[in-house]
């Protein structure tokens, strides 16, 4: 052939002097190159595994200097007992149980401290205890008085006979005098009665008890809902470890599991709090993100079979983008040392990124090799077309990543210091390691049998045939996406971020959604006592406000009208709460059974009787129940039949002396004040140089958006300082779009000058930013669309687009000013187009796994960087053909 014989071309500038100096010299050292390669992955990869952390703190995403973090900060310093805390919820339908496992759990906690700082149970202790009956108000203490006070007869002939006799023999005497004990509401008591019942006659697992307390609280039975006690627990973090609070977490499983909290018991613990959201959120990051890198190689690998065909040459580019992800990956523990919640995505990104740069210089080399170049000439004449665009290219991809470093979004200014400066080593590979490779291996290599395969004919020369109507399908296109835009949104909410089917993110968010429970909540630190009264007054009185609560919180109002309450309900009580009387032997079984078909016989007697009864219904069921208790009993041997009653016995009553004793303490209340509160509940709200601590509860769900800014807002008016993670909701997502806005301002004059410099012309720089701009427009114009608003990690996707886009637009708008055909149709059908697709369709395969991962920032993530892809893609193609041809 012709090209087979020529001389070979001159340089026609030093760069492609450079160039060809370069690949030449890769080509005469090939094999120390790829020993050079091999020897610094392995290096780079021991040194990333033992070097390269995880930080999963949502604080850290932005600059320490922004007043939020330094309130937060101030508050830690003040108040360390609230840093790195983790939230225990033990759950169960029996509020005494709940207690009892809850104060277990702790108690059990509190004796490893090589994993736990401190450990603490609100509303625990002998002070509560003493003092339980002053904190409800007026009118609740009346009634609970008056309840408490109608259930003596049943109170005082329990404790003279603290048996199953006794129960039954009480129930009884009180139905058959009901009419004279009208005061007294029988159905809670026999409905709590039959569900023990039961549950015990059902043989699923040990009887659920009797809630003594709900009883005299005036709860019946299906009323009560689901009692929940909180642990507070600080962990000791390992932060040499990938989980820093896994063993902590798993000794808190096992201390539960120790004091009987499982389902058999009717107990549940659910493990939430900063540390726990954060550990889960850790680990669903980093099993998402090496899934999709998994996956996202398996898909390149697939792609680039069907653009290159060439099993080494595939190979080669596989080996390429490995070697560059070891090297970025050592490069991101040596610059950073750690990764965070949105930079561990920088393995996939540059999967993506990496994979561009061989995708354009493998086709390149096939092309050169179809012409007929000489063996010797086709490395360096694909190198010398193809290194300037993808030098350009790596440039202004770079942009992209780097255009959030000088903003306040530390977290993702990280991602961009890791990914642009691993896209520069994705480029060094390519223009060394690829190379060195194709050499060693061209011998046996072939042209690709597909090398003329093309796209359909219509389609490529559309934006030429048809370039008006393209420019006005284009124009429409952006005047649309322009009134959709007022209509993009941003979510402030972190936890939408993180899975929704973890255990930490369902517990919080089943808190949130329980009125009497706020684990979202402003907090607002106060200099001194007497501005603390002003300020809580001034917080209490905002309409968006549910609560302000200080440390006078704890101080009951109206004492000595609650005192003197309890002495009256003390004389009616009397001394019979002290002393509950048990049997000295056990109650023979036969003195048992009497008493259950004594009271099964008052009970068919009341509902025989004419006499209206507003507890018929559930005293039917007792009679039906207590048959069956009889049916039981006569199908046992003996020793069956007493283990089986003292089981009942002890779910029937088993919760009533530790009520008794309660209340007994309860009725012993003094009056008090701040000096007399415990010490540890003190240095909760009231620090040791003197900051006073208010929490500030919201009125509305601030699950909702608009509700979160009214709250966040309305306190700041008040509390400027005020700090929590509402405010910080807040105050980081308005950083962070500040950020964007400066990021994607900075990247859009960085790449058109880089542009500018790069093409030599100001109308071909002007252009492939018209279209980057149309297509970035148009991206978040199909994000509004589809309902995916930005997040704290989708946002970072426009200026990286812009990065990544302005490639496709370098590579086209090169190949249409070298071609010598008028009508520019050869340079549609050449490699760059195509190379742009399957470039484009390796990306898209590379993120679009985000987009499956189960932590949904990181999906959202994956998802808007997919349709922004092909949305820059389609523009490049269509767009940048028919404005350069307009201008002809």
Request: charged letters at 15%; one cysteine or more.
């Amino acid at each position: 052939m012709e090209r087979a014989s020529r001389v070979e071309e001159k340089p026609r500038n030093t760069f492609e002097s450079f160039v060809q100096s370069w690949t030449k010299g890769v080509m005469r050292f090939a094999r120390w190159v790829l020993l050079a390669w091999t020897l610094v992955a392995i290096g780079a990869g021991l040194f990333a595994v033992n070097n390269l952390g995880l930080d999963a703190d949502v604080t850290h995403m932005v600059s320490a200097e922004l007043p939020v973090r330094k309130a937060q900060d101030k508050y830690r310093q003040a108040f360390p007992q609230y840093a790195n805390l983790m939230v225990l919820v033990v759950e169960g339908e029996v509020p005494e149980s709940v207690d009892d496992a809850a104060e277990a759990l702790a108690s059990r906690l509190e004796q490893d401290q090589r994993l736990f700082q401190s450990v603490y149970v609100p509303g625990a202790g002998p002070f509560f205890e003493t003092h339980a009956l002053l904190y409800p108000n007026l009118d609740e203490l009346q009634e609970l008085a008056d309840q408490m006070a109608a259930a003596q007869p049943i109170l005082g002939q329990l404790t003279t006979d603290f048996s199953l006799r006794g129960l039954f023999n009480t129930l009884a005497t009180v139905i058959g005098n009901v009419d004279r004990n009208d005061t007294i509401e029988l159905s809670p008591v026999l409905n709590a009665v039959n569900a023990t019942l039961r549950s015990a006659l059902s043989d699923e697992g040990p009887p659920s008890p009797l809630s003594w307390r709900a009883l005299l609280q005036g709860k019946s039975a299906d009323e009560g809902g689901v009692a929940r006690r909180f642990v507070l627990v600080q962990p000791q973090p390992d932060y040499r470890a990938l989980f820093p609070v896994a063993p902590a977490i798993a000794a808190i499983r096992n201390a539960a599991t120790a004091v009987g909290v499982n389902d058999a018991q009717g107990l549940r613990l659910r493990i939430t709090g900063g540390l726990a959201l954060e550990h889960e959120e850790m680990q669903t990051v980093t099993k998402g993100a090496g899934l999709a890198l998994a996956m996202a190689l398996l898909l390149v690998t697939a792609t680039l079979f069907v653009g290159l065909g060439s099993f080494r040459m595939i190979l080669a580019s596989l080996l390429t983008l490995m070697a560059g992800l070891i090297v970025t990956a050592a490069f991101a523990a040596a610059a950073i040392g750690h990764l965070n919640m949105i930079s561990i995505a920088f393995a996939v990104l540059n999967v993506g990124l990496g994979i561009d740069f061989a995708i354009h210089f493998c086709m390149r080399y096939q092309e050169v090799k179809s012409q007929g170049e000489p063996s010797a000439r086709i490395l360096i004449s694909a190198a010398k077309h193809v290194t300037p665009s993808l030098a350009l290219c790596a440039v202004t991809t770079a942009v992209g990543f780097y255009a959030f470093i000088p903003t306040p979004y530390v977290g993702v200014g990280e991602l961009g210091v890791i990914a642009g400066t691993g896209v520069f080593i994705s480029l060094l590979a390519s223009l060394t390691l690829l190379p060195a490779m194709l050499h060693l291996w061209q011998a046996r290599s072939r042209p690709r049998a597909g090398a003329d395969f093309a796209f359909p004919k219509a389609l490529v020369e559309l934006p030429l045939r048809h370039r008006k109507a393209v420019l006005m399908v284009g124009a429409l296109l952006a005047v649309a996406a322009g009134l959709l835009l007022p209509s993009a949104r941003f979510d402030y909410n972190t936890l939408n971020l993180r899975d929704p089917g973890a255990e930490s993110v369902a517990t919080f968010k089943a808190l949130l959604e329980d009125g009497q429970y706020a684990p979202l909540s402003a907090v607002v630190l106060v200099p001194g006592k007497q501005a603390l009264a002003e300020l809580s007054t001034r917080l209490q009185d905002l309409t968006v406000v549910k609560d302000a609560l200080s440390i006078d919180s704890f101080i009951p109002e109206q004492q000595p009208e609650k005192l003197e309450l309890l002495d009256e309900l003390s004389l009616i009580l009397g001394p019979q709460l002290h002393h509950i009387a048990r049997p000295s032997e056990a109650v023979a079984i036969t003195v048992q059974r009497e008493a259950i078909i004594h009271l099964i016989a008052v009970l068919h007697d009341r509902l025989a009787s004419d006499e209206p009864l507003s507890f018929a219904e559930a005293a039917r069921t007792l009679a039906t129940n207590l048959q069956a208790v009889l049916e039981r009993l006569d199908s046992l041997d003996e020793d069956a039949r007493r283990a089986w009653l003292e089981q009942l016995e002890q779910a029937l009553l088993g919760t009533l002396p530790g009520n008794l004793e309660r209340l007994a303490a309860g009725l012993m209340a003094e009056s008090f004040g701040v000096a007399d509160l415990p010490p540890d509940l003190v240095q909760r709200w009231v620090s040791d140089d003197g900051w006073f601590r208010i929490e500030v509860t919201p009125q509305q769900d601030i699950i909702n958006p608009d509700a979160l800014r009214q709250f966040v807002t309305a306190v700041q008016r008040v509390a400027p300082d005020a700090t929590g993670e509402p405010v910080q909701m807040v105050v980081i997502g308005d950083t962070i779009i500040t950020s964007f806005k400066q990021a994607f301002g900075f990247a859009c004059l960085a790449v058109t000058a880089i542009v500018m410099v790069g093409l030599r012309s100001v109308s071909g720089a002007l252009l492939v930013i018209v279209t980057l701009l149309f297509g970035a427009l148009t991206t978040a114009a199909m994000l509004v669309l589809v309902g995916i608003p930005f997040n704290f990690a989708n946002v970072i996707a426009l200026p990286l687009l812009l990065g990544m886009g302005v490639d496709n637009g370098i590579h086209l708008l090169r190949r249409l000013r070298s071609s010598n055909d008028p009508s520019k149709r050869a340079a549609m059908h050449s490699s760059t187009p195509r190379a742009m697709v399957f470039s484009a369709l390796t990306t898209a395969a590379s993120f679009g796994n985000l987009s499956f991962s189960g932590h949904p920032g990181t999906a959202s993530l994956g998802l808007v960087l997919v349709i922004g892809i092909v949305i820059m893609l389609l523009s490049t193609l269509y767009l940048v053909p028919a404005l350069y041809t307009a201008r002809q």
